[in-house]
């Protein structure tokens, strides 16, 4: 059985404060793996290669 991960389309950039959250920035679609907490998801997305996760403001993305 396949995991679907839905994906999101950032309205707008976030700078982490913590090391547990991460940086999005407006334009990105970022893949989400739990949307456990109805303000704070946990995503992933690649840069030059390099794939980051991390909490984000659920509120500063709309599905993509």
């Not at 290669?49 to 909490?55: A, D, L, Q, S």
């Amino acid at each position: 059985m396949l995991n679907f991960q839905p994906k999101v389309h950032v309205n707008y950039d976030f700078q982490p404060r913590s090391e547990d959250e991460l940086e999005i920035r407006r334009g990105e679609v970022i893949t989400v793996v739990d949307k456990t907490d109805n303000d704070w998801w946990e995503g992933q997305v690649e840069r030059d290669n390099v794939i980051y996760k991390g909490h984000f403001p659920a509120t500063y993305v709309t599905l993509y």
